[in-house]
């Protein structure tokens, strides 16, 4: 019984300091060692309280995840952390599903209690609806397999009912009749294990980090339920607090995408603004007015001054015309120079090509110049919440100079330059101005409005959503293809010069 009380007073403590650790970026490392402390002594604890098992058998287990773990945390890189994170999920779900599973063999068959048969059959079909989500999530993100949505042929919205129904019923009949074990426990499994597989695998890349930390809420669920089951009110309680974090997050994530959670999940096309998405070529939208006109406006301004006559020429002609008005490659160094407000936008191609060292260079010599820099930070800006802040801390950037999107899209009406590394589908006009895209509806930085644009981007290849981006063809940007790593060096070195 001491031995009990010590290690509950144990883990209510480390409980209360993680939470004031996990409130910092600066501290969150410690609080996730002081987690992963606390998971080593809920598992010597549970050997001692249950006296069941072999002591010396755990530590080698202890032993061998912990050695497995320090491997992935050394070898997964940082562009490969959302994969790492779904499966993680994925592994606590199945976690909780292997807890209660082993509970139940160990459970007299006859006469079991309603609520252990009910909640049996809630954390099992929880968790293995968790791992089979999860695992579809990590072949999407790793381009593995089912990168673009797959939607099911004819009844796809039933069949997924169909599956949840059979899930609650079973559940139904084994807690409210007691029905046995051996009957219905493999088909929740095989259910739950369809369902994960049938919601996820509909799911684009835009709506990735919903799903992700949706799944993270469900590991959590599962624990609890299992915590339930088997009458660990720890469980119960930590399990209910990833829960309810998560369905948070979720919210969260929904709110920023535009999204319901019931569109995300069903299936249902996004709405959006009542227009169609201008065919390729079309006259892009006009540069925002600076007030400096270019050198042809100049020219044609005192032309037409000398004749006293007003100039007029043929619509083709003025199509044809409008790309002189562009900027081009040689006017960066005086858009670098001249520009007193930058505002940065990283995407996901900024952690492909490993760039943020580049980019926090990009950034140091810019604030030499006295510039004020900011970086904008959409909410999907890579695959799972949270990202693009942890890859820019990886380089040393401080977290104040982040701003989400909220707080940035009035600034860049005043922005003298933004610089787009690696984002596509966060800055696409398109979100605005197409129906029936994966992002349609989505709220997006809106950079389009500042007074110039330099995009470091791969190609001018669609983004993961597979939307062409309208902004690449505006007079008021300039793009750089091509490797993000090399290309922003090359802007690094521009400044000062012209």
Same mark, same amino acid.
């Not at 051996?182 to 095989?190: D, H, R, S, V």
């Not at 007030?291 to 037409?304: L, M, R």
């Not at 707080?407 to 596509?424: E, K």
């Given at each position: 019984?001491?031995?009990?009380?010590?290690?509950?007073?144990?883990?209510?403590?480390?409980?209360?300091?993680?939470?004031?650790?996990?409130?910092?970026?600066?501290?969150?490392?410690?609080?996730?060692?002081?987690?992963?402390?606390?998971?080593?002594?809920?598992?010597?604890?549970?050997?001692?309280?249950?006296?069941?098992?072999?002591?010396?058998?755990?530590?080698?287990?202890?032993?061998?995840?912990?050695?497995?773990?320090?491997?992935?945390?050394?070898?997964?890189?940082?562009?490969?952390?959302?994969?790492?994170?779904?499966?993680?999920?994925?592994?606590?779900?199945?976690?909780?599903?292997?807890?209660?599973?082993?509970?139940?063999?160990?459970?007299?068959?006859?006469?079991?209690?309603?609520?252990?048969?009910?909640?049996?059959?809630?954390?099992?079909?929880?968790?293995?609806?968790?791992?089979?989500?999860?695992?579809?999530?990590?072949?999407?993100?790793?381009?593995?397999?089912?990168?673009?949505?797959?939607?099911?042929?004819?009844?796809?919205?039933?069949?997924?009912?169909?599956?949840?129904?059979?899930?609650?019923?079973?559940?139904?009949?084994?807690?409210?009749?007691?029905?046995?074990?051996?009957?219905?426990?493999?088909?929740?499994?095989?259910?739950?294990?369809?369902?994960?597989?049938?919601?996820?695998?509909?799911?684009?890349?835009?709506?990735?980090?919903?799903?992700?930390?949706?799944?993270?809420?469900?590991?959590?669920?599962?624990?609890?339920?299992?915590?339930?089951?088997?009458?660990?009110?720890?469980?119960?309680?930590?399990?209910?607090?990833?829960?309810?974090?998560?369905?948070?997050?979720?919210?969260?994530?929904?709110?920023?995408?535009?999204?319901?959670?019931?569109?995300?999940? #069903? %299936?249902?096309? /996004? @709405?959006?603004?009542?227009?169609? !998405?201008?065919? +390729? *070529?079309?006259?892009?939208?006009?540069?925002? =007015?600076?007030?400096?006109?270019?050198?042809?406006?100049?020219?044609?301004?005192?032309?037409?001054?000398?004749?006293?006559?007003?100039?007029?020429?043929?619509?083709?002609?003025?199509?044809?015309?409008?790309?002189?008005?562009?900027?081009?490659?040689?006017?960066?160094?005086?858009?670098?120079?001249?520009?007193?407000?930058?505002?940065?936008?990283?995407?996901?191609?900024?952690?492909?090509?490993?760039?943020?060292?580049?980019?926090?260079?990009?950034?140091?010599?810019?604030?030499?110049?006295?510039?004020?820099?900011?970086?904008?930070?959409?909410?999907? #800006? %890579?695959?799972? /919440? @949270?990202?693009?802040?942890?890859? !820019?801390?990886? +380089? *040393?950037?401080?977290?104040?100079?982040?701003? =989400?999107?909220?707080?940035?899209?009035?600034?860049?009406?005043?922005?003298?330059?933004?610089?787009?590394?690696?984002?596509?589908?966060?800055?696409?006009?398109?979100?605005?101005?197409?129906?029936?895209?994966?992002?349609?509806?989505?709220?997006?930085?809106?950079?389009?409005?500042?007074?110039?644009?330099?995009?470091?981007?791969?190609?001018?290849?669609?983004?993961?959503?597979?939307?062409?981006?309208?902004?690449?063809?505006?007079?008021?940007?300039?793009?750089?293809?091509?490797?993000?790593?090399?290309?922003?060096?090359?802007?690094?070195?521009?400044?000062?010069?012209?």
């Amino acid at each position: 019984m001491a031995v009990t009380i010590f290690f509950a007073a144990l883990v209510i403590v480390a409980f209360l300091i993680g939470i004031r650790l996990m409130q910092s970026p600066h501290t969150a490392l410690w609080g996730n060692r002081l987690g992963a402390l606390a998971m080593i002594f809920a598992i010597i604890w549970t050997f001692i309280a249950t006296g069941r098992g072999s002591f010396s058998l755990a530590l080698i287990y202890i032993a061998t995840g912990s050695v497995i773990g320090l491997v992935l945390g050394q070898s997964v890189r940082m562009i490969h952390m959302p994969q790492t994170v779904a499966l993680l999920n994925g592994f606590g779900g199945a976690a909780s599903a292997l807890v209660v599973w082993s509970a139940v063999l160990g459970y007299a068959g006859e006469g079991a209690e309603m609520l252990f048969w009910g909640t049996s059959g809630l954390a099992l079909g929880i968790g293995v609806l968790t791992f089979s989500g999860s695992v579809i999530a990590v072949l999407k993100l790793q381009g593995i397999a089912f990168r673009k949505p797959i939607q099911i042929i004819g009844h796809g919205h039933i069949l997924r009912i169909a599956i949840l129904l059979a899930v609650l019923l079973i559940i139904f009949n084994m807690g409210f009749l007691g029905l046995y074990f051996g009957q219905f426990m493999t088909l929740i499994a095989l259910l739950g294990l369809l369902a994960g597989f049938f919601m996820t695998l509909r799911i684009g890349g835009a709506d990735m980090p919903i799903v992700i930390s949706l799944l993270n809420s469900f590991s959590g669920i599962a624990a609890a339920v299992a915590g339930l089951a088997v009458e660990n009110l720890i469980l119960v309680g930590t399990g209910a607090l990833v829960g309810v974090a998560g369905l948070i997050l979720t919210r969260i994530m929904c709110r920023a995408m535009n999204r319901s959670l019931l569109a995300v999940l #069903a %299936g249902f096309t /996004p @709405g959006a603004h009542e227009k169609t !998405l201008p065919a +390729a *070529g079309s006259t892009p939208s006009p540069k925002p =007015d600076t007030g400096t006109p270019t050198e042809a406006g100049k020219a044609e301004s005192t032309t037409a001054e000398n004749t006293g006559t007003e100039t007029e020429k043929p619509e083709e002609d003025l199509e044809e015309a409008a790309p002189a008005d562009k900027i081009s490659e040689k006017d960066l160094p005086g858009l670098l120079k001249n520009a007193a407000r930058v505002i940065i936008v990283p995407g996901y191609g900024m952690a492909v090509a490993q760039a943020q060292i580049a980019v926090r260079q990009l950034l140091d010599a810019l604030e030499e110049q006295g510039k004020d820099v900011k970086f904008a930070i959409h909410p999907v #800006a %890579g695959r799972m /919440p @949270g990202h693009m802040n942890v890859l !820019l801390a990886e +380089a *040393g950037i401080d977290y104040d100079k982040l701003v =989400d999107i909220d707080t940035i899209n009035p600034q860049f009406a005043h922005a003298d330059l933004v610089i787009v590394v690696g984002a596509c589908d966060v800055v696409n006009p398109a979100a605005n101005a197409a129906e029936g895209t994966p992002i349609s509806g989505m709220p997006i930085l809106e950079a389009e409005k500042a007074k110039n644009i330099i995009i470091c981007n791969l190609d001018e290849q669609p983004g993961y959503s597979g939307v062409d981006n309208l902004l690449y063809e505006q007079p008021h940007v300039v793009t750089l293809w091509g490797d993000a790593a090399q290309t922003i060096p090359r802007l690094t070195a521009m400044i000062g010069k012209e």
